[in-house]
């Protein structure tokens, strides 16, 4: 699919870095490194606007090699970019290590998935249909 873009970064769009990958990965776009202390977090621009059409939504997904070497998440895992949404693009990085991190200009810090999404229209009713788990949850089929 196409989405439109202003690229207003230093740096090349968001880009699929294999054949099939789900996620172009995308980079920070700053005027120095940003460090993040153990638990801090920081709102990290990419410099990108974009127009994504209107029954679809972009998802803002961590990288799990950041997430595993460097304890960085995304405390609104995952990000959710609306199709009206005209502001730039920024990841909400989270540092759950308990070590600095350096973000750096540049760097590939989040994963951007575009999904189909349906709008709801609620059906007000009384009563629900049956089920073999009916309000069972939370564990209620047992751990193996
Ligand atoms: O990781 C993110 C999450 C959101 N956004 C932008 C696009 C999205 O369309 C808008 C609003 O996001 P969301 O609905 O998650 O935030 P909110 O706290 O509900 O704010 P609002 O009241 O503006 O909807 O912020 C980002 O740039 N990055
Ligand atoms: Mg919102």
Do not use: C
């Not at 209107?54 to 998802?59: A, K, S, T």
């Not at 590939?108 to 007000?124: C, G, M, S």
């Amino acid at each position: 699919m196409l989405i439109s873009v202003i690229n207003t970064s230093k740096h090349p769009l968001p880009e699929y870095q294999t054949a099939h990958a789900a996620g172009m990965d995308v980079r920070a776009n700053l005027d120095e490194p940003v460090t993040l202390k153990p638990l801090q977090r920081a709102l990290i621009p990419t410099g990108l606007f974009l127009e994504i059409p209107v029954g679809y939504e972009m998802q803002v997904r961590p990288r799990s090699g950041l997430a595993y070497k460097h304890g960085i998440g995304l405390v609104n895992s995952p990000g959710t970019i609306d199709a009206d949404y005209r502001g730039e693009l920024k990841v909400l990085l989270v540092n759950l290590s308990d070590q600095e991190f350096v973000v750096q200009d540049g760097e590939r810090i989040a994963q951007l998935v575009v999904a189909r999404h349906e709008t709801v229209a609620w059906q007000l009713v009384a009563a629900l249909s049956d089920t073999a788990r009916g309000a069972g949850g939370y564990g209620s089929t047992g751990r193996q």
